[in-house]
């Protein structure tokens, strides 16, 4: 049972144009979403994260946004560059009060991300 | 933040053979994960490690097969063990520092 989704195996975008980059998840206890970006042999470095009682994070050219009723959330990239290319995961989480959920994530397929010059 | 180096980067081995991979961190850290990532797949958490306790492991996954070790704060092993070609994947150490979540850059194996 995949639980968090990205259906989207690759998309490619003209530079300078946005990125939009999609997840669906069927967990309703999820409350903690995270997206990371991989580039070929290391290991996924964190982009940006969102917590379930917010609708929208920016951080410089990336925006996150949640929808909890439809279960979505979108990782937007504007504008997109060239460097943006690797493959982005969408993930999520559940943390109780205590934080002991840290570290424990469940992640989508991930999304390859073409931007061309 | 937190570096993390892990040995082998990455290894090819026959089936019925075991591996074990090294994860070392730059800090001290309670808790140590550690994911698989099959071809095509998502990363899927195999175990959590804990300094001075038995690790704890997700559904599908037993201590048999994956046996890990965690000596001291910064270091964590694990072993796959009888290994067939199904366990041929990317393996990560993980670790959360102030509250962020880094990844090692893998151990690529291959089993023939």
């Known amino acids: 049972d995949q639980q968090v989704k990205q259906n989207s195996p690759s998309l490619s975008v003209q530079e300078g144009r946005i990125s939009i980059l999609n997840c669906d998840y069927t967990?309703?206890?999820?409350?903690?979403f995270l997206w990371y970006k991989k580039y070929p042999a290391e290991g996924p470095t964190f982009l940006i994260s969102i917590s379930s009682i917010k609708d929208k994070n920016e951080d410089g050219r990336f925006t996150v946004f949640l929808n909890k009723s439809a279960k979505h959330l979108s990782l937007h990239i504007v504008p997109s560059q060239p460097g943006d290319s690797a493959v982005y995961f969408c993930a999520a989480s559940v943390l109780n009060a205590g934080g002991t959920s840290y570290g424990k994530l469940t992640f989508g397929q991930g999304t390859i991300l073409t931007v061309h010059p | 933040s937190a570096v993390i180096s892990q040995k082998p980067s990455r290894d090819i081995c026959q089936r019925g053979t075991s591996l074990t991979i090294q994860c070392q961190v730059d800090s001290q850290v309670t808790m140590m994960f550690w994911y698989r990532q099959q071809p095509g797949q998502s990363l899927t958490l195999i175990a959590t490690?804990?300094?001075?306790?038995?690790?704890?492991?997700e559904s599908g996954f037993v201590i048999d097969k994956f046996p890990i070790s965690r000596p001291n704060l910064t270091f964590s092993t694990l072993t796959v063990s009888n290994m067939s070609p199904e366990d041929s994947s990317i393996y990560l150490c993980?670790?959360?520092?102030?509250?962020?979540?880094?990844f090692g850059p893998g151990t690529r194996l291959t089993v023939t």
């Open positions: 967990n309703s206890m999820f409350d903690y």
């Open positions: 993980s670790v959360v520092v102030a509250y962020e979540q880094y």
């Open positions: 490690a804990n300094q001075g306790s038995e690790a704890t492991y």
